[in-house]
């Protein structure tokens, strides 16, 4: 199983869920984050004028057996991209395990629907 | 100080505190539009509320004051440039009834932004809301308090504090502006229709409780006078009864239609009664005000769901069903349940005619002047953010600054 | 305008605008029990506040003034269905009176909700509030304000705006309720006691600060008139130094006794000083109001402690100590205090023993028929929602809307 | 009642409840100084808020209001423990007259807890606020509202409602307090001077609002009589023209300066206009106030900036700009503007001469007893928290007692 | 060492905290994300109603050494099943190195209470 | 690739984020978390004292070429140390691939500036 984590901007959220649901990636979780890369953004905070590096992101990470693995990342990238820096990243790396609360079963079976 | 003094005194105290209270919706009003949008334009939301005032102030005295009540035809009143003209009631200073006439001006400004919400670009919005506080808001101001044309008829239109001189006419802007402006983002996709909940219920629910209070200043403050303490008192009655039953109408509908009561409409209702009531508050019994009141607690959820999933016109916090539609309709109902004249009452469908020439002209002169703006802003210099911008949050490319940190 | 009508005018002009500083006080009731309990529940929490007052308006007018203040017996008043007889003292039109008195209605209802936030039913909830309004708070106060048996005694039991008609009635009420409800899940677990930190203080705090801006109506309001702008002006000057008072003794304990001072605790200190005061706020020195106010600060403390800790019943915002254990003291200390019969002031027992008997019959009262109703309402209808529902929040499950998103 | 009697109660109505709406202010200013700072420190700030209007209430009694109006020397009133002594004008109860100067006094105070946020241990900040109320404001108030030598010069300093007495009082201690406490950590690091945004705009708006609609109580208040119902109308419109004014000042300006519009400078823009009509409101036209309100919103941008990036005084809220500043930049104003001896009115230099005493003995005043206070405080007690609790917040280590949970 | 990662209902992290506690594991982060699942919920928002899929979730992760993985795997899944959808997930990984930024020890040994 | 997560205390995250820089890491991912760990801190709550233990954290998480990995942690254990109970925890752990969302490409090639 690999676990798949990708930083994105929060406006292509609803692009990327919808993406991914229609390569078989129905269960995820996610989080909002502060990224700091590329992408700048000018601010103003009464007369101090700045430039920020700290963005606001939205971190998306599920688990899923190996072969889904491209089909998730290339539905991401696609529906995430914008072209302009601070596009993010996808991170992938691997589970060793997985556990089903409700039932406690274990293994990739944990992950299908039920 | 002699009676007469002494009089004086009582009324321009009267009006000035009441005319506070109406100021005070302003922060209602940017509460309930804060609350119901996204926090990703909450900075910009504020700072429309707090400018459109700051522009009005400045306008009104320019210009809108003249408008509306300076002597001039049955459709314009005069302009009066820094007017120093006295349009007072006798035994009122003039500054006094301008401050009170200034706050109200604001108020119809302020509805606009509701319904134009989260996408709207902010050089676009202060010329705008300076153009309805300058020009539109006065010009049919002038037809109804202003001594024009609807003040003239033999049974002469009846909107004692403004359902359809303030709120509908705002909300019959609001309507032009949202249309024009086309939905938000995400609100309409593939056919299907999305929620888009506000960020912050608590802050909305605070702000409707600070707009009952404005109403109180609103309705009661629109005697211009204490000479009648007993018609005071009962405008009190009215207005508070008309908003609790606008709030137990939407709780029971909402109760009964979703299985659930819902908040965000019974808010949208308690405001619904209270525009409704506005325009007939001194005339109505308060069995009356209640009927109404329910009516429009009723009226408003349909109507948000017309708005919402038929035309398809995106309002993010409902200006134009609680203002627009339950702005006519209460005026409309003035014609039903005055206890003077109304067709309950055995007064005929003398009144209840005027009402509704009152509704249509200052529709028609709404939707009409709102089309000519909101097309003209859009062609010379742009109505609506990009599309990056608003999907990012107004608050970072407009302002550079977001609300939460 | 001659002298007895411009007379009415001021006086009306008066109990309106306390009234609608009263009125006000809803939002701040509202933002002090949401900002008191989880953010899981705070639709649900609003929801109750906002209509509590809707319905109480309705229902106030349907039977509660008739039975508050009409002529009936010294124990209960008389139904007269939307009532239309004049209950006003002369010179005040009867729809001002009756508007002054319903938000005081409102007032009692509120207080409940907070010591039996986040667990109970919203059916449940409205249906009781309907009938603190509508039934229960009108017959006490009817005893009291309403020329019963409590004003006939041949020492008048004194409450002059409030404390035990209408705090320590909600307090004792809120007291049967939540003790018949039972703590919420997970305060008391093993033995142990947790604390259950509300979501937002400041909210609660700006609540705080609007109620304080609301006594400035409920104390001086209840004199019903300016006549004597003397009093007037010493009840704003011992609301005020009660109020300040309490916050002050809360400080300094909580640092004595905590280690460090606690702000959650000295908001419900400047409360218990403000509830303490509005018994004698008209009867007492600014001195007494001192005094007054800095023992309720203390007793607020060790009340909240008690029902905390050894009678084990929750109440999430302290509303028993504030309105049910501090009204009763406050109006106790009228018995002490009371410049014109106070024990301090050569006054004898007497008025100590009337005002004695006072709390203790509405504290019959209130917990006898409290202990009935949500008996009853538990019995009939349920009065606590489900673990699930509690656990995860009223807001999802009673109203499929959560309050930040 | 007589008419003498109807004119004080009508008087008496009036300063209470312009009373009631100063005491808002100080629900105006907890919300601003939280919304400007970061949410660590959110419960310090909003207790300080509530606990310096505590306590300045009781000092206040105790010796503040003597000393202020108290007949003593020019420069001094008279100690008049728990004051009984009646300094109110005829026709208004004492208590009024007392109440009205207690929320003034209280405002004071709490100025200088904005400009000193973030850093300032809880218990030096009780004691010099105490002190403010007690002592420093009461001394400054004698000279000009308490008979003393500025009211006493041939033409007299005019300060109609505190620009100085109130506001650039509370802006000079707030900058000896932010100069002695010196900058919060990461605020001036290698020489680059960093933005610490407030954790909440939302709330410092609504402050702003609450500012504005204290500001009616404030101004007009300060007639201490509705007599004159025209100049009090007037007050009404300059105040309110001054703070529209300042906000688009700042709008523009930030606009041009910045490349964007600021919401956070604009509030302070409404501010600063506020500030700065508050000694002339009463003595310049509408079109004065627009332009003294217009010059304020431009002013507190540079004095922002000064003190931010040339001065290095850290001043979380802007409060030694907007308060201190622009305080004295109105009470100038008033020898240019006013109608009547203005330099501009053809009134000479006479008036302004004397405004610039006042303006720089206040000053004077304020910032040697601040530089003597402060540094008594930072070697008694300890002026600031240790570099581990301000880091971490200093709700945590004050308190205990986080505000968001 | 292993990395657990938890998505749970909040409502039983009180819970899972104890019966952590009870197989020896003390320390652990958490926060609070939203999650995608096979749980759904009725929400209404003015005239609008509608069915959400996103439902607030906590993430609880803490690091052990192996031999632990088994016992907080069990008492999480004792203490965190309710047996309604929408229980949740438990993910486990290896963890190449750990450093306890106190002392600046490294490996498990940085994970014993000190 | 390595995944560097740290738990560091709130009022440090400024150095740390200096001292990655100084390192050569440009790129990271914040977001606030509460930690369960050995540092208590006293609390009251309305008339009831009690002590947590939970502490509001921040959570550093970056990935890099494994060559940066030493340098990085030194840094973020030399910035965010006090000595005292609570400063918190580094884990490592190994990331199978990287994208770069904005052009796609992979490996540690997507983590350069570009
Ligand atoms: N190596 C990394 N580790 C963790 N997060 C990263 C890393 N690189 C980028 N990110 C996240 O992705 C976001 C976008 O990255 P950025 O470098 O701005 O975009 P781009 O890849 O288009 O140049 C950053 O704000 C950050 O949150
Ligand atoms: N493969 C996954 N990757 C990441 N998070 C998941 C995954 N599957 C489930 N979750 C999380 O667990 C939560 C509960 O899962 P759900 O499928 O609703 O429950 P159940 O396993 O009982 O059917 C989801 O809301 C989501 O946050
Ligand atoms: N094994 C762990 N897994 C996850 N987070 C941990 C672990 N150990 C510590 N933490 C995090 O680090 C923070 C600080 O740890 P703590 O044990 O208090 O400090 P110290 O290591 O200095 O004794 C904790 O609050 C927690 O958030």
């Known amino acids: 199983m690999k676990k ?29 984050v502060t990224g700091v890369g590329n992408e700048k953004a000018g601010a103003i905070y009464r007369a101090t004028v700045y430039e920020t590096r700290l963005i606001e992101r939205r971190a998306i990470t599920f688990v899923c057996r190996d072969q889904f693995v491209e089909a998730a990342t290339d539905a991401i990238v696609k529906a995430a991209q914008t072209g302009e820096m601070g596009d993010g990243k996808i991170f992938i790396s691997t589970i060793d395990e997985s556990v089903r609360i409700r039932t406690g079963e274990k293994g990739p079976e944990s992950l299908y629907i039920k | ?91 009122i200073p003039n500054m006094a009834f301008f401050f009170f006439q200034l706050v109200f001006a604001a108020t119809a400004a302020t509805i606009v932004s509701g319904a134009m ?24 101001g002038h037809w109804i308090w202003g001594g024009g044309w609807l003040s003239q008829l033999s049974i002469p239109f009846h909107d004692f504090a403004g359902s359809t001189v303030v709120h509908s006419l705002g909300g019959w802007l609001a309507l032009t502006g949202a249309l024009i402006l086309g939905p ?5 996709k593939n056919g299907k229709i999305y929620a888009i909940p506000g960020h912050n219920l ?34 009190f009655v009215t207005t508070n009864a008309a908003a609790a039953a606008g709030g137990v109408a939407t709780l029971i509908l909402t109760w009964l239609k979703y299985g659930k009561p819902g908040l965000s409409m019974s808010l949208n209702g308690v405001l619904a009664g209270l525009v409704a009531i506005t325009a007939g508050c001194d005339a109505v019994t308060p069995g009356g005000a209640i009927l109404i009141g329910f009516m429009a607690g009723i009226l408003v959820v349909f109507s948000v769901e017309f708005f919402d999933k038929v035309a398809k016109i995106d309002d993010p916090v409902g200006a134009i069903s609680v203002h627009g539609i339950c702005g006519a309709f209460g005026t409309l109902m003035v014609g039903m349940f005055a206890v003077d004249g109304g067709l309950f009452y055995g007064g005929g469908a003398g009144l209840l005619g005027t009402q509704a020439i009152g509704v249509l002209s200052v529709a028609a002169w709404g939707i009409g002047i709102g089309l000519i703006l909101f097309y003209a802003i859009k062609n010379i210099m742009g109505l609506r953010v990009s599309k990056k911008e608003e999907e990012n949050g107004l608050d970072y490319y407009e302002h550079g600054e977001t609300a939460y940190n």
């Not at chain 2, 996408?119 to 020009?135: D, E």
């Not at chain 2, 938000?184 to 309409?188: A, E, N, Q, S, V």
């Open chain 2, 117 to 140: 919400a989260e996408r709207t670009k902010f050089v676009s919005y202060l010329v705008y809301s300076a153009i309805i506080t300058l020009v539109i808001y006065p010009v049919s």
């Open chain 2, 202 to 235: 608590l802050i909305g629910a605070l702000g409707v409780f600070i707009l009952w209070l404005g109403w109180f200043g609103f309705n009661p403050g629109s005697t211009l006078s204490l000479s009648n303490p007993s018609l005071v008192a009962n405008i």
């Open chain 1, 4 to 32: 798949i984590e990708a930083i994105i901007r929060k406006s292509v959220f609803d692009e990327v869920l919808e993406a991914l649901h229609e390569v078989g990636i129905d269960f995820l979780t996610y989080y909002d």
């Open chain 2, 184 to 188: 938000r983002i995400g609100k309409y």
């Open chain 2, 1 to 91: 100080m002699d009676l007469a003094a002494l009089t004086s005194s009582l009324d321009t105290f009267w009006i000035l505190i009441t005319g506070a209270l109406v100021f005070f919706m302003q922060a209602g009003f940017a509460l309930v539009e804060a609350g119901f949008t996204r926090s990703k334009n909450t900075t910009n939301i504020l700072f429309k509320n707090l400018m459109d005032f700051c522009i009005g102030t400045l306008g009104f005295w320019l210009v809108g004051y003249g408008i509306m009540f300076g002597t001039g035809s049955g459709f314009f009143g005069a302009f009066e440039f820094f007017s120093e003209v006295n349009h007072a009631p006798a035994g």
